[in-house]
């Protein structure tokens, strides 16, 4: 198995612009999650899905965050508009249900200048 | 409010000596706890997981305590090595949702 799959792995965007992260979790796994990761907040769940379900998404920071999960292998996190403090490692996992560990992707690094 | 506290931001030891990092929580009811290692410009990894009713976790040179009544979990690498320098986070579930730790970040010198 490839692993939890990413992309882009670094963007670069301008204030105000529209950018989509993209995962594809690790086929069987019932569980996806968001996370974003800055050095002042650390590691951050924004959402999570289950059966392509969101089920708690209090993390998202903002209505500007939107995440979607319209089939067990591919997940989106859309921020529209962005802005600078959106600037941060975004990570996206899965797991199987239960007790388990979760598998993290490469993370896409985001840039907002 | 909830907290978790990971004991310091670094930590640095001889290679061959046994490392301890300590999770520390407040105002949690964690079903589990799980310790993660992560390198620098990678996503964390997976290490151990351990269950509110179990005191200990062994794997090769990993040990994971967690003790419910002082709010503590010890995680142990003993035999150290330097590629086992990195960042460890401990994250705790409950309900479902998962809250990391800040981390520690170990060195281990030759």
């Known amino acids: 198995d490839a692993g939890v799959i990413q992309s882009p792995r670094h963007e670069v965007t301008e204030m105000g612009q529209e950018v989509t992260l993209r995962c594809k979790p690790i086929?069987?796994?019932?569980?996806l999650f968001w996370y974003r990761q800055t050095m002042m907040r650390g590691l951050e769940l924004l959402i999570y899905?289950?059966?392509?379900?969101?089920?708690?998404d209090s993390g998202m920071p903002e209505d500007r965050f939107s995440a979607k999960m319209p089939n067990a292998s591919f997940s989106t996190l859309k921020i529209q508009p962005s802005e600078p403090r959106d600037s941060a490692v975004y990570f996206c996992a899965s797991s199987f249900p239960g007790n388990y560990g979760y598998t993290f992707g490469s993370g896409t690094r985001l840039t907002v200048v | 409010s909830q907290k978790i506290e990971q004991n310091s931001e670094a930590l640095n030891i001889q290679e061959g000596k046994t490392a301890t990092l300590t999770c520390n929580y407040t105002n949690y009811s964690p079903a589990y706890l799980q310790w993660y290692r992560q390198d620098p410009g990678r996503g964390p990894v997976f290490l151990l997981l351990i269950r509110e009713n179990e005191k200990e976790k062994r794997k090769e040179r990993l040990k994971v305590t967690f003790d419910t009544t002082l709010k503590q979990s010890l995680f142990h690498i003993t035999a150290s090595q330097p590629a086992d320098s990195a960042t460890y986070l401990c994250a705790l579930i409950a309900g479902g949702k998962s809250t990391f730790g800040d981390g520690t970040t170990l060195t281990v010198k030759p």
């Open positions: 899905f289950n059966n392509n379900v969101p089920i708690d």
């Open positions: 086929s069987g796994h019932d569980y």
